[in-house]
């Protein structure tokens, strides 16, 4: 089992920033991809970023440019840097890992509730 605690959601103002975090409970980063979804309402889920085992990344479309994934292998955390925010980024973000070699072994966050508003 893997324990996954997102933090560092809340309100913000359209062009801030917001620095999300996922704690793990445990060492699973190289044998698991990381990832950031996000889900706003009356919408489906959609990823937003992920970081694979090897350390590759990739983005949504829509997040290109504004939003970075890292992670801290120390820290057993990944982090989502969003910068220039706006207010279509208003969402429940989840963080996600998933096994790279296990199909369907995959574990999910609580959320935390993003809102970009003035």
């Known amino acids: 089992q893997v324990q996954l605690v997102e933090s560092g959601g809340g309100l913000v103002q359209p062009g801030g920033s917001l620095r999300l975090s996922c704690a793990a409970s445990?060492?699973?980063?190289?044998?698991?991809?990381m990832g950031w979804y996000r889900q706003a309402p009356g919408k489906q889920r959609e990823l937003v970023a992920a970081?694979?085992?090897?350390?590759?990344?990739n983005y949504a479309d829509s997040v290109k440019g504004r939003f970075t994934i890292s992670r801290d292998n120390a820290k057993n955390t990944v982090y989502l840097q969003m910068n220039s925010l706006k207010r279509e980024d208003t969402a429940v973000y989840y963080c996600?890992?998933?096994?790279?070699?296990?199909?369907?072994?995959?574990?999910w966050g609580q959320g935390t509730q993003v809102t970009v508003s003035s």
């Open positions: 970081i694979t085992s090897g350390g590759s990344t």
């Open positions: 996600n890992a998933a096994h790279d070699f296990v199909v369907g072994m995959n574990y």
């Open positions: 445990r060492s699973i980063f190289s044998l698991y991809t």
